[in-house]
């Protein structure tokens, strides 16, 4: 009888060895990953019926570390920093920016106050909408497609792996809003004519590049400022150009051509090069597009109502392969965003700046 209970004794003791090393693994595991568990615990789905998802990260998760070890002048250089980060290099995080073909309009309403609208065009998304709120920066919310980082559109941020890896939104924006009020978005340009800058300087692809400002400026002025200390890189073998408009209602659009960034002041964006001059040159569609929102704007002598550019957007969003996967209207009198889905402009979702958590 002793020989048996010796043996019991001995089963809950190896018992109480394992259950002690699983917790302090799994102690461990949380104090390895806390940051990244903090992140993925807000994440949460939007919609019954749509993959549109929000996610919240305080702090800049590494992004000043990323400006400080030189930036990035790739997709894969961008992932193997976050690599190194989100997966502590258990597994890898890729990265491949997919290019946008959107619409982009900046006005002023009879009060002197900024309102922005933008679409963006493609074939099927997975978005993210991005609150983040840097320790020494502008709180802002930004929009991102998942399938740049998943490569699928299969994939859902709806178990821990795929949490993890949407994380690297913080990193692809597609466009976004700081509550400074500065608008900027990224928009495809479908003649080409993007080309590396290669100087001393640091380096940032476009959407990292769209971090920085959504991070550090509140005028397009300090937009400005701030790229032109960096080499711009395209993303996904993709020619760029990115609509920056503030507070004030200036509003440019920045290119990149020959080496250089070219500041075209312009209220309103499509898919083609503004500084060449050549309307035609990004296709019919962007044509097209691009003249009913100078035709919008123009009629209203660039005083236009919230409902005004939300109108000029349903009017250019795109049907059929190319469409348009989601819409945003920015005023700043009340620091809100407005997003419409898969064209649906029957069915709105407001998140505001200074609430984020709030989304309807």
Do not use: C, F
């Given at each position: 009888m002793k020989?048996?209970?010796?043996?019991?004794?001995?089963?809950?003791?190896v018992l109480i060895i394992v259950v002690v090393l699983v917790l302090l693994a799994a102690g461990g595991a949380w104090l390895a990953f806390r940051e990244e568990l903090a992140i993925t615990g807000s994440i949460r789905k939007e919609s019954e019926e749509l993959p549109v998802y929000y996610m919240e990260v305080n702090g800049d998760y590494h992004f000043q570390e990323f400006l400080e070890a030189g930036g990035a002048s790739s997709d894969d250089e961008v992932a193997a920093f976050l690599t190194q980060y989100i997966s502590k290099g258990f597994y890898s995080v890729e990265i491949e920016e997919s290019g946008p073909g959107c619409s982009v309009i900046s006005a002023m309403d009879e009060n002197g106050k900024h309102v922005w609208g933008r679409n963006f065009d493609w074939t099927e998304t997975v978005t993210v909408l991005v609150k983040c709120v840097p320790d020494d920066g502008y709180a802002s919310i930004s929009t991102c497609d998942l399938q740049n980082i998943t490569n699928s559109t299969e994939l859902r941020p709806d178990n821990l792996m795929n949490k993890m890896l949407t994380i690297a939104a913080l990193y692809v924006p597609m466009d976004g809003i700081n509550e400074a009020g500065l608008c900027v978005a990224d928009l495809e340009v479908n003649e080409g004519g993007m080309t590396d800058m290669?100087?001393?300087?640091?380096?940032?692809?476009?959407?990292?590049?769209?971090?920085?400002?959504?991070?550090?400026?509140?005028?397009?002025?300090?937009?400005?400022?701030?790229?032109?200390?960096?080499?711009?890189?395209?993303?996904?073998?993709?020619?760029?150009?990115?609509?920056?408009?503030d507070a004030t209602g200036k509003s440019v659009v920045l290119e990149f051509m020959d080496g250089k960034m070219i500041t075209v002041n312009a209220s309103c964006a499509t898919n083609f090069n503004l500084a060449k001059g050549d309307s035609s040159a990004g296709g019919e569609n962007a044509q097209k597009r691009y003249e009913e929102l100078c035709s919008a704007y123009e009629a209203n002598a660039g005083v236009m109502t919230r409902q005004q550019v939300t109108e000029v957007l349903r009017r250019t969003a795109q049907e059929g392969e190319w469409k348009t996967r989601w819409s945003m209207a920015y005023d700043q009198e009340t620091q809100s965003i407005s997003y419409w889905f898969d064209g649906d402009f029957g069915n709105e979702y407001q998140i505001s700046l200074e609430h984020a958590s709030a989304i309807y």
């Open positions: 020989r048996n209970g010796r043996k019991k004794n001995m089963v809950w003791i290669d100087t001393d300087r640091p380096d940032l692809t476009m959407t990292t590049a769209t971090r920085l400002l959504l991070n550090q400026a509140a005028t397009a002025d300090e937009a400005i400022a701030l790229l032109e200390k960096y080499d711009i890189h395209a993303s996904g073998g993709i020619s760029h150009h990115l609509a920056v408009s």
